[in-house]
């Protein structure tokens, strides 16, 4: 029973760290409300089955209508994804659409938990780039779209199970949802990091090293490794990310860069 109470306890720590940091610790993930560029005007749907009205910035945000593979390569292996854009189209879509503009190549995994137990791999901050970044301050940023030097944010996004379409702007719980989300956090798991704010994840993402169910319904989950978790599991912070290419599904990305073209993305993002 003490063992039990004990890793209910740690769960909530982990869960608790992961919203107070964006899920990068202590390091912050961007404050869409202090930027004044996104304020989280989504609104959820009424009930798991009726339409979810998405906010503006989203409804123009790429979407991926169907399934695509993304091949990263870490330390010269590569780590297979499948995006799933059938539940998770937007947030499915702006993880497509910033692998295709190149913007994950040469990034840093800025974060690794592993004790007291297996937890996530982190990374996706823009910033990291940059190899004079100050590493205390990564965390903070976010995709800048070079068209027009505006950052990108997306809506939470979680699709219940036996639900026709996902919930936007809100976790499960705060929709008084009680199903579980369709795409959960299972070993293997992708999901987007975020801060407090429902609406601000922008290029930062995560993958889940255990089953971390307790994060189900408040963070959104939009894909899987398929191949090369063991390379996943040997990620180390610092390591980056040599390059990521969308490999198939391309054609499903609907409202991105298909150009294949690579990117800078910004690194001027105020942090929280």
Not at 207 to 235: C, K, N, P, R, W
């Amino acid at each position: 029973m003490q063992l039990k109470i004990n890793s209910w306890i740690l769960s909530l720590l982990l869960a608790g760290a992961l919203l107070l940091g964006g899920c990068a610790g202590s390091d912050s993930a961007p404050d869409v409300t202090a930027t004044g560029t996104a304020t989280g005007t989504a609104t959820a749907a009424a009930s798991p089955d009726s339409p979810s009205p998405i906010a503006a910035a989203a409804a123009e945000a790429p979407q991926l209508l169907g399934l695509a593979t993304v091949e990263m390569v870490v330390k010269g292996s590569t780590i297979t994804i499948e995006v799933d854009g059938d539940n998770a189209p937007v947030t499915a879509g702006n993880f497509v659409d910033l692998v295709n503009q190149g913007v994950y190549d040469g990034l840093l995994f800025h974060r690794v938990v592993r004790e007291p137990q297996p937890f996530v791999v982190q990374g996706g901050d823009p910033q990291s780039k940059d190899p004079n970044f100050p590493t205390d301050l990564l965390g903070t940023g976010g995709f800048v779209d070079p068209a027009t030097s505006e950052p990108r944010y997306i809506p939470l996004e979680i699709k219940p199970e036996g639900a026709q379409t996902p919930i936007y702007s809100q976790t499960l719980e705060e929709a008084g949802v009680t199903q579980p989300p369709v795409l959960q956090h299972t070993r293997g798991a992708v999901a987007m990091a975020r801060s407090q704010f429902p609406d601000s994840a922008s290029s930062q993402f995560y993958f889940a090293l255990a089953d971390l169910s307790f994060l189900d319904g408040s963070y959104a989950v939009f894909g899987y490794v398929t191949e090369g978790m063991d390379v996943v599991d040997q990620i180390q912070q610092g390591d980056r990310i040599e390059s990521a290419t969308v490999t198939a599904g391309l054609e499903n990305l609907q409202g991105g860069s298909q150009s294949g073209s690579s990117q800078e993305s910004g690194s001027d993002t105020p942090p929280q």
